[in-house]
């Protein structure tokens, strides 16, 4: 599904050059859970919002089910995002002034050619993550474990092939966390493709396969048994 | 999409109110004052738009080329113009319309009015909105008059006036006249708002011949009507080449007369504004409300841009979701054309609400009419939507073009990079830079304009009373002197006399030029002076200073005055000068004058006096130099004077009443005051001031809302530097130190770019006047000491409240 080969990105300022990622090769099928890992500031992030397509290699190529993304535009990348993708954030990102009906409605907002009802699918997402009750309520009127659960009820509602999750449990108690970790898991037992980036040993264990990063440079693909 | 612009837009104010109440607030003040300044300019330059000929008819104006006189164009010309332009050019299409005085009876009641003595197809040639009767033959029969549906009701009760009998009283008579037509009340906007009109007739002009054909005299209005600009043009190539035909040598052998007055045709619409001060002063006023408008769209740049910062994280969000830059755009964009709306709607209810209060401010009859200003309106709404969409481009792009990996990636919130900062700041220095130049102007303005109304005017205007209905056709010499008589022998009087040199009355004004013995006696070269003829007591009672020789005396018979009498060949008559005639005939000092013989409308004079120059007229009017001339029982075209002490103006005017109901039961009782007849000139100033005034104000609100906005943006954004400071040890005045100083350099930067403006703004209005004060340093202190005050009060509540914030609840903010 996703081939990152030879990919770099390189960050120019003024008097430094960083190398955020050097020459990453991943290749990532359908149906896996991969969990990323690495200290602090080793490219994790760089990794998987150049896998969300919101930040581009400075060299190398991206395949997305044979369709190079790398040479694509602006406005066809995000119709790629619109139509593939879902992003699951640390710190949640809920837009504050929409409720959080609203906020899950924005995974729609911005499909072409989306079927079906729209109300219908909002609410499907919402049953599935247990957040239908505060349909709505304003992001801040919830507790952290119930924001991260819109989050992800916003990500999963277009359906989408790839879904991205930035440390989705850094900033949660354990047992909240535990509650996103078991959401995940469930996704992709029926069907969908997940790349979490984790601090979390024991969350990383759940995935099906573990990334190890340091400086830069992918260290590690290991498989894991479940 | 539609949904999801609408749901933005409520939320900015249901969840946001502080920001959302700020920008609406802003921009409703400034579309406001839009609007109103709008309505005003469409007003004033609105005038005979009720005419459908409009666009065809010229005025005919004149020009003077007389040394001594402004060269302005008079709109008007001698009363035998239009004869003697057909006589030249019979293709031509012409009326006339002369204003007279005119008394109508009804009962036993007197009043008096203006009648326009016009050609009888005056209706028909400006196609003048009828309520009865047939425009075409209402005024051709001399025993009719025509009425407006306001002097219908006035007199009869009722619009239904066709048929009924009017008396009238003019120079012609008393009469009874048959109401033939009855034409709608023309709108305010009018120069033509006639109330009553009779035909000019053959009769009527035979009883001018002195003055019918006199070249050089201003007494009617005379309009024609061409088909295209360009037969327009044709004539006004010919006028002076007939002009001189025309003179021939009435100015003097050898003098061509359009080297002394041209004739000038102006299109009727341009007729109201034709004085250029005053056209001058409405460009102004549009050009206040244009600012306004884009002081408040400034304000909603920078809003909108400020909070672009804090919408960021929202944008990232929408583009990892998928979000075109373009739809984003749209996005905001349909925000901004909400937002506009809906200050469109608020700022036109403002206007609504004041409106009131404008027309008294500024002394208009300003009105809203949907049924009729819808168009208008919705023009007014496309450039304010336009205008709007424009400005809210720039946070849109900004927006729109934030990355999401960085914005994610970063706890701060961004604020819109050092470009951002600095057109920030560029906006609010803008806006400050007009608020300190309208403080600066303003404070000119008052000061020059209390100026005009206290300033020494050469006589004494206080405790002055002017009987106008002295000069009524109708009053005889019995009552006139009757009247003085009766009004000496009252309580209180302290004098009485009558002239015709009125202060603050244009109505008669006589200039001729006067020759020494040994001068070139030309129009072109010799000084011209404003004459007067004034009765006995008259200087004595006004106050104009002696300077040299003596006032006029009834007892020295040389005194009295030729005029209105024939003189007998080789007479000599004393008349009395003012100072600036002694100047303009070359006498060194106003002793040197007196004694000196002059040539003076065909007759020599004796200079027996020197007086004082006195401002009758207008500020802004250079004082004429005067002659004046004694006659022991004025008749020609004067007023009575009434000096009082120790009583109330109002008693005064009822006893003048009384003995005027005495002597002249028939005539209306008209009186004023000097100060009334001289405030009609300041009231205008003070008018267009106070509506300046207005505008300044609301754009100085406007800047204050801006710098809210941005302290508070910029406040909740150092929240956190705050607390870090605080904790590092700094003390809360010296937060509040660095976040309000912060906000003081683009209000001195702002002082700096305003002053050199406001200086040459001001010198400029202030050239119009005759009389005007000094540019003081202080209204420019002033102003930025305003602008500083109103700076620190906007910032310096906001950054108390942030400076007194615990440091650990402000390095907790997000």
């Not at chain 1, 992709?188 to 995935?207: L, R």
């Not at chain 2, 002195?210 to 061409?226: E, I, M, N, R, Y």
Request: charged share 20%; with cysteine.
């Amino acid at each position: 599904m996703i081939e990152l080969q030879n990919v770099s990105r390189l960050y120019r300022s003024d008097e430094i050059e960083t190398t955020a990622l050097h020459n990453i090769n991943l290749t990532i099928r359908q149906g896996e859970f991969v969990a990323i890992m690495g200290p602090s500031g080793c490219g994790k992030s760089t990794l998987l919002n150049t896998l969300g397509t919101i930040d581009r290699p400075t060299s190398g190529a991206y395949l997305f089910n044979g369709v190079d993304l790398a040479k694509l535009s602006e406005a066809k990348l995000a119709q790629h995002r619109a139509r593939h993708l879902g992003f699951i954030f640390q710190s949640f990102n809920l837009v504050d002034d929409l409720t959080i009906y609203e906020n899950i409605e924005l995974g729609l907002l911005y499909r072409q050619g989306q079927k079906g009802s729209r109300r219908q699918a909002i609410e499907t997402a919402m049953d599935r993550v247990g957040i239908a009750h505060r349909a709505r309520h304003f992001p801040h009127q919830l507790s952290g474990g119930q924001q991260q659960r819109a989050a992800i009820a916003r990500a999963i509602v277009g359906n989408p092939d790839l879904i991205l999750a930035d440390e989705p449990t850094g900033n949660l108690d354990t047992e909240n966390g535990a509650q996103v970790m078991d959401i995940l898991k469930g996704l992709n037992a029926s069907g969908a493709t997940i790349i979490m980036v984790t601090h979390s040993p024991s969350h990383a264990d759940q995935a099906s396969r573990r990334v190890d990063i340091l400086d830069g440079q992918l260290v590690a693909s290991v498989a894991q048994m479940l | 999409m539609l949904r999801s612009v609408l749901i933005a837009f409520w939320r900015s104010f249901t969840r946001h109110p502080l920001y959302g109440g700020l920008n609406l607030l802003g921009l409703s003040l400034g579309i406001a004052v839009f609007i109103a300044l709008s309505l005003l300019v469409r007003f004033e330059t609105g005038y005979e738009t009720w005419s459908p000929e409009r666009a065809k008819i010229y005025t005919v104006g004149t020009r003077y080329f007389f040394p001594g006189m402004t060269d302005e164009v008079r709109i008007g010309g001698m009363g035998g113009l239009t004869e003697e332009l057909k006589a030249s050019y019979p293709q031509l299409v012409t009326v006339r319309d002369w204003s007279n005085p005119v008394t109508v009876h009804k009962g036993s009641e007197v009043y008096s009015e203006q009648i326009e003595l016009v050609d009888p197809e005056f209706l028909t040639f400006f196609g003048m909105p009828m309520r009865a009767g047939d425009a075409a033959t209402a005024l051709n029969d001399p025993g009719s008059v025509v009425i407006s549906e306001e002097k219908a009701r006035k007199y009869f009760g009722t619009v239904d006036a066709v048929g009924k009998t009017l008396t009238l009283s003019d120079a012609e008579g008393r009469k009874p006249y048959v109401v033939s037509a009855v034409i709608r009340d023309l709108p305010e906007n009018s120069d033509l708002k006639s109330g009553l009109l009779r035909r000019l007739t053959p009769q009527r002009t035979a009883m001018e011949t002195d003055t019918w054909h006199h070249w050089g005299s201003v007494q009617l209005w005379a309009f024609l009507k061409f088909d295209t600009p360009a037969q327009a043009h044709a004539l006004q190539a010919q006028l002076d080449a007939f002009t001189d035909r025309q003179v021939g040598n009435n100015f003097g052998p050898g003098v061509k007369g359009s080297s002394l007055m041209k004739l000038v045709l102006v299109p009727l619409a341009d007729v109201h504004l034709i004085d250029p001060k005053q056209k001058a002063a409405i460009v102004t006023l549009g050009l206040v409300g244009v600012v306004a408008l884009v002081l408040a769209l400034i304000n909603y740049v920078n809003l909108a841009t400020a909070r672009a910062g804090l919408r960021a994280r929202e944008v990232a969000v929408r583009k990892t979701l998928g979000a075109r830059p373009s739809a984003l755009r749209l996005q905001f964009l349909g925000e901004a054309l909400l937002t506009l709306l809906l200050a469109f709607i608020v700022g036109l209810s403002l206007v609504e609400l004041t409106l009131p209060l404008i027309n008294a401010a500024g002394g208009l009859s300003l009105a809203l009419d949907y049924t009729k200003d819808g168009i208008w309106l919705a023009g007014l709404l496309g450039v304010v939507l336009l205008a709007g969409l424009v400005a809210a481009l720039y946070p849109a792009f900004a927006l729109s073009a934030f990355k999401p990996a960085q914005v994610l990636a970063s706890s701060r919130t961004p604020a819109g990079g050092r470009l951002g900062m600095r057109l920030r700041e560029g906006l609010v220095i803008l806006q400050f830079a007009a608020v300190v130049m309208a403080f600066t102007l303003m404070l000119g303005f008052i000061k020059q304009i209390e100026h005009i109304q206290s300033a020494d005017l050469g006589f004494k205007r206080d405790g002055l009373l002017l009987v106008n209905s002295i000069r009524d056709v109708n009053i005889n010499a019995a009552q006139r002197e009757g009247f003085q008589a009766a009004v000496r022998a009252l309580p209180n009087v302290t004098a009485v006399s009558i002239a015709n040199a009125i202060p603050g009355d244009q109505n008669t004004v006589n200039n001729s030029n006067i020759v020494l013995p040994g001068q070139r006696d030309k129009l072109t070269e010799s000084p011209t002076v404003n004459w007067s003829v004034v009765g006995p007591g008259y200087f004595d009672l006004i106050g104009i200073k002696l300077l040299a020789g003596r006032y006029f005396d009834p007892r020295f018979a040389e005194d009295q005055t030729w005029v209105g009498d024939k003189a007998e060949p080789g007479r000599v008559t004393n008349v009395v000068v003012s100072r600036l005639t002694v100047q303009r005939l070359g006498f060194k000092t106003p002793q040197a004058a007196v004694g000196q013989t002059a040539r003076f409308s065909d007759h020599t004079v004796r200079i027996v006096g020197v007086v004082e120059d006195a401002r009758f007229y207008h500020p802004s009017e250079p004082i004429p130099a005067k002659l004046y001339m004694f006659d022991a029982h004025v008749a020609y075209a004067a007023v009575g004077f009434v000096r009082y002490a120790g009583v109330s103006e109002s008693v005064m005017r009822e006893r003048l009443r009384k003995v005027w109901r005495q002597v002249a039961p028939d005539v209306p009782f008209e009186v004023t005051s000097a100060y009334e007849n001289l405030d009609k000139y300041y009231k205008p100033e003070r008018d267009r001031s106070n509506l300046f005034g207005v505008g300044a104000g609301v754009a100085a609100l406007i800047g204050c809302i801006g710098l809210y906005g941005m302290a508070a943006f910029n406040t909740s954004r150092r929240a956190r530097e705050i607390g870090l400071r605080k904790v590092l040890g700094a003390s809360r005045g010296q937060v509040v130190r660095l976040l309000t100083l912060q906000f003081l350099r683009p209000v001195l930067i702002a002082s700096v770019i305003a002053w050199p403006l406001a200086w040459l703004a001001l010198g400029q209005w202030l050239s119009q006047f005759d009389d005007a004060i000094g540019i003081s340093p202080l209204f420019f202190l002033i102003a930025t000491a305003a602008a500083l005050a109103i700076a620190l009060g906007t910032v310096g509540g906001l950054a108390l409240s942030s400076a007194s914030t615990e440091p650990g609840k402000a390095l907790r903010h997000q």
